[in-house]
């Protein structure tokens, strides 16, 4: 079995789990929480960085991060997510601008978790949030079609939106209309979405 190390509110390891059900490969996993945050945590000699999502392989070696881990999953399952040509590296990018938002959003609440409220940099938490809103501005220009099966880059920014919605209360939807209506049809046509839906 492989071993995936995660949280279920990691917008990363979701992406992880979505591709994994995406590509048949779900009932190889072993999902295993991690704590990133307790200094004795196994986590942290199978990834030095001790960050998630990791995933332990069958021999005990380990791959991080999420892009390095779908990239082998779709390796796995035959290549399905990643399409060949110039067609990958739309997705590359787009899975990029995807995972930056995510990452974004995820260093603002970050802020808000470990850091005393009197000790908050106002600046740096807009810094954070402008490229939460660039980004989004330049999907809602120009929201990507995807084919009857998603590819990585629809999987990441999937993720990276429901990630905002639970942790930023779905403020966004007010302004991307064209994203939240992407976003609708996404999790209508793709059951793996809603599969991996944190509920905690």
């Known amino acids: 079995m492989l071993v995936l190390r995660s949280s279920p509110a990691s917008p990363f390891g979701r992406k992880v789990k979505m591709a994994a059900l995406e590509l048949g490969l779900m009932e190889r996993i072993e999902i295993v929480a991690a704590d990133t945050n ?24 380990t791959l991080f991060d999420s892009r390095v881990i779908v990239e082998y999953l779709d390796h796995l399952a035959g290549g399905k997510i990643f399409p060949a040509g110039e067609a990958r590296f739309a997705q590359l990018r787009l899975q990029a601008l995807a995972d930056g938002i995510a990452d974004a959003a995820l260093l603002q609440v970050y802020e808000g978790r470990f850091r005393p409220e009197e000790g908050r940099n106002a600046t740096w938490l807009a810094h954070q949030a402008g490229k939460v809103t660039r980004g989004l501005e330049a999907l809602e220009a120009a929201p990507p079609a ?55």
């Open 38 to 61: 307790d200094p004795s945590e196994p986590l942290r000699r199978q990834n030095p960085l001790g960050k998630i999502p990791t995933l332990v392989l069958e021999d005990g070696t």
């Open 146 to 200: 995807f084919p009857d099966r998603p590819r990585i880059g629809e999987i990441a920014l999937a993720c990276a939106l429901g990630y905002l919605d639970l942790r930023f209360e779905g403020k966004w939807r007010a302004d991307f209309p064209k994203l939240v209506a992407w976003l609708d049809d996404f999790a209508a046509r793709v059951p793996a979405f809603e599969a991996t839906r944190f509920k905690g």
